[in-house]
Structures are given as structure tokens and as C-alpha cells.
Nanobody, 123 residues
Framework: QVQLVESGGGLVQAGDSLRLSCAAS????????MGWFRQAPGKDREFVGA????????FYADSVQGRFTMSRDNAKNTVILQMSSLKPEDTAVYYC????????????????WGQGTQVTVSS
């Protein structure tokens, strides 16, 4: 089992930046590739980005490419989502997730999930 806890959400204005954290506990953190997803009201859960076991590889959804950056600190069992130039359409609950293999953008392929943190971007 891997337990994931997100933090750092809040209410910001368009153009602002926000940093989300996901703290992992349980099994060996470096056994897992990590992903970030988001879900807005009435919409499906949407892929945001993923990072490999070491953090040396990442890829992002087109909608956030160039604005969001993922990183991980394996010494602290933490993965970060740094968000900049936020837009109202970024408003959603943001989730981190873990799976054994890197490279997926599909929510159903991730095994462990956090409870989510709300991000609201006002115009």
C-alpha cells in the first residue's frame, strides 16, 4: 500500500502561481512513477503530468505544457506540481497518483490515489 496526501491548494487569481505537494508513505517511493490529475465539476478526471521513478523524465498534457512543472524529491518522498500562469480553466480538484510503470496518462492505470486538493483560479 502507498498512502498519498496532497496539499497546497487554494484560491488564486488568474496569472498567479501555486505549488502543490504530494507526500507519500508506505512502500518504497522510488518503486513508483507518479502522476498528477485533475477533475473539474461535471467533467472526467484529466491527466496533468507524470514523472518517472528518478524524476529524470516527465511529460505533460498539452493544456499545461510550459506552465506546469513536476518534480520529485525521493529523499523526502514528495512530488511537487509547480503551476504558473494559472487560468480559470485550471480550476479543479488536483490528485496525485502512483503506479509501478512510467508513461501513462490514463487514470485507470494508476493504482494509488490521494484525496485531492482544491485549486480555484478566479478571473
Amino acid at each position: 500500500q502507498v498512502q498519498l496526501v496532497e496539499s497546497g491548494g487554494g484560491l488564486v487569481q488568474a496569472g498567479d502561481s501555486l505549488r502543490l505537494s504530494c507526500a507519500a508513505s508506505g512502500r518504497t517511493f522510488t518503486d513508483y512513477a507518479m502522476g498528477w490529475f485533475r477533475q473539474a465539476p461535471g467533467k472526467d478526471r484529466e491527466f496533468v503530468g507524470a514523472t518517472s521513478w528518478s524524476g529524470s523524465s516527465t511529460f505533460y498534457a498539452d493544456s499545461v505544457q510550459g506552465r506546469f512543472t513536476m518534480s520529485r524529491d525521493n529523499a523526502k518522498n514528495t512530488v511537487i506540481l509547480q503551476m504558473s500562469s494559472l487560468k480559470p480553466e485550471d480550476t479543479a480538484v488536483y490528485y496525485c497518483a502512483a503506479r509501478n510503470w512510467y508513461g501513462s496518462r490514463f487514470a485507470h492505470e494508476y493504482v494509488y490515489w490521494g484525496q485531492g486538493t482544491q485549486v480555484t483560479v478566479s478571473s
